[in-house]
């Protein structure tokens, strides 16, 4: 399994607490991942929104085809948004 994340930080929501604002990203990238109760079983992905409610990145939960449960042939994550 691997999970990727990125993370455009040039944008206004991170001027005054840029670390700040990843924590919330992040944050809401972990609600996110515990919402799914499937995801680490078949994957996942989905766009990271600023304090604005800008995209400002993505994130891809990839789950190798020998571990997936659902039958699917392809490697792809299927997108939630």
Not at 3 to 20: K, Q, S
Not at 32 to 56: M, P, W
Request: glycine residues 10%.
């Amino acid at each position: 399994m691997q999970l990727t994340i990125r993370i455009t930080c040039d944008n206004a929501a991170f001027e005054d607490d840029p670390i700040g604002e990843i924590e919330r990203v992040l944050k809401q990238l972990v609600f996110r991942l515990g919402e799914d109760r499937y995801a680490s079983q078949r994957g996942t992905s989905g766009k990271l929104l600023d304090s604005n409610g800008n995209s400002v990145g993505d994130f891809v939960l990839n789950v190798p085809r020998t571990n997936r449960t659902d039958g699917a042939d392809s490697g792809d994550a299927e997108d939630l948004d």
